[in-house]
């Protein structure tokens, strides 16, 4: 790879002032060819206006960005690149009248379809139905056809296992996986951290607006420590939130529940030497994880809940691409 104009994603202080709210505040980073990136932030952090951005819907107050080379300020370099670009908005706006196949059969005469039977497979809505007989999920997956069905170089998806069951979220991410061994470029947001985890090579974490943090998935879960939910007695439940390591322990009928962050070990050896009831051990909300390392919930309780909000007039109003 030969520098940044060659890379599928080049973000450069980018910035959205919405007047109130600045959701993105000099916003950098870039995506390497092949890369799985996940940008992670709580609701209202900011994910949906950068993503928005990057495919035009949205003018940038200041900053740039470059996808698969094209300036987002440029409307015929960017048109030109969505061709090879596929995208999966948060808010699904299809024409509720229209059949999923009818949806597919546009969206193939405009940028093609080579692997729509593929996808088909893998995800399954009901594309003989009219749209507005779809699930949540059915629509998500809709979506998922039409992000891959011109087999693009770079996917960007905004939150797209929201409303998929578990099964066909575990389908998405061996999906991602062998994209990513056939050189596909995703980004994708979502506030799942468990969802980053399995799929992406890098995350970028999104707080209050601007990109905090960036690291390989493997050093942030470390650093994230372990949510543990412990049933035992109050002698207990002393012993153990004594432990280094123990953040923000809540008290609960029969026990405790806190985020380690220390040695294992340690933690194990404590329980063993208790008459411990029951315990969990398991990953901390992404909430935990911005309490314990930047030490406020700045950027969720600071987030609106993450409403979808109407288009700003130099928005297109539908995601499509
Ligand atoms: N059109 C708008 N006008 C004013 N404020 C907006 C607008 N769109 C978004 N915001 C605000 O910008 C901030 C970032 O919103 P954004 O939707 O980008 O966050 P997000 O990380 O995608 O959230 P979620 O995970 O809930 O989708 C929020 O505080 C939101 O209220």
């Given at each position: 790879m030969s520098g940044d104009s060659a890379r599928p994603l080049v973000v450069e202080e980018l910035t959205k002032d919405y007047g109130s709210v600045?959701?993105?505040?000099a916003v950098s980073f870039t995506v390497n060819e092949g890369e799985v990136f996940g940008f992670l932030g709580p609701n209202g952090a900011g994910k949906s206006t950068t993503i928005r951005m990057l495919l035009g819907l949205l003018k940038p107050t200041s900053g740039t960005a470059k996808v698969l080379g094209a300036d987002i300020q440029d409307e015929a370099a960017l048109t030109d690149a969505k061709r090879r670009i596929g995208y999966l908005p948060a808010h699904l706006g299809f024409e509720e009248e229209l059949t999923g196949e009818t949806v597919l059969d546009y969206h193939g005469e405009m940028k093609g379809d080579t692997r729509r039977d593929e996808m088909l497979e893998l995800f399954t809505p009901p594309?003989?139905?009219?749209?507005?007989?779809?699930s949540t999920g059915n629509k998500r997956m809709l979506g998922l056809v039409q992000a891959f069905m011109h087999d693009p170089d770079l996917v960007i998806m905004d939150e797209p296992t929201a409303g998929l069951d578990p099964l066909k979220q575990e389908a998405f991410n061996e999906f991602i996986r062998d994209e990513r061994d056939r050189g596909t470029t995703a980004f994708f947001s979502s506030h799942v951290l468990s969802e980053v985890r399995r799929v992406c090579d890098r995350v970028g974490i999104l707080r209050a607006g601007a990109l905090v943090e960036l690291e390989n998935v493997d050093a942030l879960l470390h650093r994230s420590g372990k949510h543990v939910r412990v049933h035992a007695s109050d002698d207990a439940v002393t012993a153990i939130t004594?432990?280094?390591?123990?953040?923000g322990p809540e008290r609960f009928a029969e026990g405790v529940q806190f985020i380690y962050a220390g040695d294992v070990n340690a933690l194990l050896r404590e329980l063993a030497a208790h008459d411990i009831r029951d315990v969990e051990l398991g990953e901390p909300p992404i909430e935990d994880v911005f309490t314990h390392y930047y030490g406020s919930r700045a950027g969720v309780d600071e987030g609106d809940g993450g409403e979808q909000k109407g288009d700003e007039p130099d928005g297109t109003g539908e995601d499509d691409v």
């Open positions: 600045v959701a993105n505040d594309i003989d139905r009219p749209i507005r007989e779809y004594a432990l280094d390591g123990v953040v």
